[in-house]
Nanobody, 118 residues
């Protein structure tokens, strides 16, 4: 079992920056690929970014060059730095942990709201 608790988020103007973080507890953190997903009203949940325990990252095309995902394996945390935010980035952002072995388990945080609006 893995418990994920997100923090950060909030309201920011277009062009601004915001960071969200996720603290994980439970099973060995390094066994999980960590990711951030988001879900806007009326839309499906989508992958924003992911990072392996070794630091390999993957980004959605819509956020490349603007968002940066990072993790601290010693502190069991993963963060998403969001720059040059756009109104279309408005969504609930969810932290995700996916075991490196298929069938090993996938876990979700409760979500944190990010709103980009003037």
């Amino acid at each position: 079992q893995v418990q994920l608790v997100e923090s950060g988020g909030g309201l920011v103007q277009p062009g601004g920056s915001l960071s969200v973080s996720c603290a994980a507890s439970g099973n060995i953190f390094s066994f999980y690929i960590m990711g951030w997903y988001r879900q806007a009203p009326g839309k499906q949940r989508e992958l924003v970014a992911s990072i392996s325990s070794g630091g390999t990252t993957n980004y959605a095309d819509s956020v490349k060059g603007r968002f940066t995902i990072s993790r601290n394996n010693a502190k069991n945390t993963v963060s998403l730095q969001m720059n040059s935010l756009k109104p279309e980035d408005t969504a609930v952002y969810y932290c995700n942990a996916r075991h490196i072995i298929k069938g090993g388990g996938t876990y979700w945080g409760q979500g944190t709201q990010v709103t980009v609006s003037s």
